[in-house]
């Protein structure tokens, strides 16, 4: 079995391609892990100040924009905030039970401990079942802790307090399917634990942006 992953965000140079490779790395070669934008900056590679934080080579990277069609071959969707989630659902309606934001996804399998295991593509199709029944026991208090905040054009400790927190989530969602898969050595992958945050020195987090009300909090 195979299962195919689809991360959005809006020029598809920083949040979805990081969580793209990142994904991709952590669950293994039974799953697809591809990215698009909202609105994509068509043909540019990962955006510098992402790439590098990045533990592997992303030069072959190309920003597409998003489709009705790569929405309805995807099994799962993965925005980066909640706009993109409904972004996707709008071009595809019957994507609405399997799209989700990146950080409401890994909240919600990281409570669930009943899945049985197979392989990682397998698993996480179990889970992607299992989720939408959760949405709302799982809610965050905030709503914007659903959301990555875009990075695009500013400095580098944003760049990097992103991608701490597309790692977690990656980790969370790594993790989920590693207890299923084999509960005895149920831990984040080496590439999941590369972006974990050093608790000691948090860096500089851009403000929370409510893609509904247009405010920055």
């Known amino acids: 079995m195979s299962f195919h992953v689809l991360t959005v965000c809006t020029g598809n140079i920083c949040r979805s391609p990081a969580a793209e490779f990142l994904l991709r ?7 697809t892990v591809t990215s698009a934008g909202t ?3 068509v043909d540019h590679g990962v955006e510098e100040q992402m790439a590098k ?5 992303t030069s072959s990277f190309r920003a597409r924009n998003l489709t009705v069609q790569m929405v309805r071959d995807a099994d799962l969707i993965l925005g980066m905030t909640r706009f993109h989630r409904a972004a996707a659902v709008e071009l595809h ?6 799209a989700f934001t990146l950080r409401e996804f890994a ?3 990281s409570v669930i401990d009943d899945v049985e295991g197979g392989s990682p593509a397998t698993t996480l199709a179990a889970l992607t079942r299992r989720a939408p029944e959760l949405r709302v026991t799982t809610r965050a208090e905030d709503p914007l802790d659903d959301d990555i905040a875009d990075p695009f054009q500013l400095e580098d400790a944003v760049f990097e307090a992103c991608h701490i927190e597309i790692g977690q989530a990656v ?5 989920a399917v590693a207890r299923a898969t084999n509960p005895e050595a149920a831990t984040p992958t080496e590439a999941a634990n590369a972006t974990e945050a050093d608790n000691t020195e948090q860096p500089t987090k851009p403000g929370k942006y409510d893609w509904w009300t247009k405010e920055v909090r």
């Open 25 to 31: 790395e952590a669950l293994g070669p039974t799953v």
């Open 39 to 41: 609105g994509a900056v």
């Open 93 to 98: 309606p019957a994507s609405v039970r399997r």
């Open 171 to 175: 980790a969370a969602i790594a993790q």
């Open 107 to 109: 909240r919600i399998v």
């Open 53 to 57: 934080l990045l533990p592997m080579d």
